[in-house]
């Protein structure tokens, strides 16, 4: 893979049905142009995702929203105006034009205007809606960083875009809005609270799936590293592995016997854990320990979506006995 030297570069490949990774504030992207069938089908190669997992669709600007989406409630456009450009994705009533492979064969569409400007320039000069999961294996480690991206994919896709670390560092919150109800799909990089603010009312919650997510990141099994990983609320007296690692939000008063510890946020602040999470968690899985002890996050703000990302990330399906 050969990364372009510029966003006139990239945007020409998008429209031309190519597949380019893409920084936004939340994750790396891995992009195409959403109305292309075959396009969007390089996309499921490339990562090897299944197609029953659908995709969040990407727009430059809020104008573009008519292109892909059928109508655009009123509480709907109170969270667009308090939460875009941002870690927001709405599932809304799909457009005709927008394939059935984005949604999984669903009538719902998840879009987001990104906040990362680099990308929404490339998105302005392509001048297409761009289909954008996170640019690694399915169900692997999220990237936010260029490299992480290089790591996973690799020559699978044609081009990347290295716009430094990602700010936010974890994925989009998703909500589903039908009238005036909404409902949380994916904890991310909003917190739940700051939404309830935003539309004046409880949020529902539905973090759970089927056999077939009502959006991406549902699944029992996601965001996993290859080494094992454990969660738990205090650190162990002694270390479960020969080597271990431990993933702690703040300084440990003892970790002795650990090979490896990251700390996310040596004073406790959830948003400095967050823009860490997924290097540290990158960098654990690549010390070649037998295992990786996290600590469970407070369950507040951002910490509850970092806590959903554990709890996928060490989910272990049960043996089926012979």
Known sequence: MSPPASIEMIADILRKGGLAALPTETVYGLGANALDPVAVARIFAAKERPFFDPLIVHLADLDWLPRVVKSFPPIAKT??????????????????????????????????????ELTRQVLRLANVPVAAPSANLFG????TTAEHVREQLGDRIDALLDGGPCRVGVESSILRVEGDRVTLLRPGGIPVEEIEIAVGAPVHHELTTGDKPAAPGMLDSHYAPRTPLTV???????????RSGLLTFEAPHDSHGY???EVLSPKGDLVTAAAQFFQALHRLDAAGLDGIFA??????GLGRALNDRLKRAAFRKAETPN
Request: glycine share 6%; proline share 19%.
């Open 79 to 116: 969270l667009a105006e308090r939460f875009w450009p941002g870690p927001m994705t709405l599932v809304l009533p799909k457009s005709e034009v927008v394939p059935d492979l984005v949604t999984s064969g669903m009538p719902t569409v998840g879009i987001r205007i990104p906040d990362h």
């Open 295 to 300: 600590i469970a996050f407070p369950d507040r």
């Open 232 to 242: 738990g609320n205090q650190i162990p007296p002694a270390a479960p592995w020969p």
């Open 140 to 143: 692997r480690l999220s990237p």
């Open 259 to 261: 090979a490896m510890v």
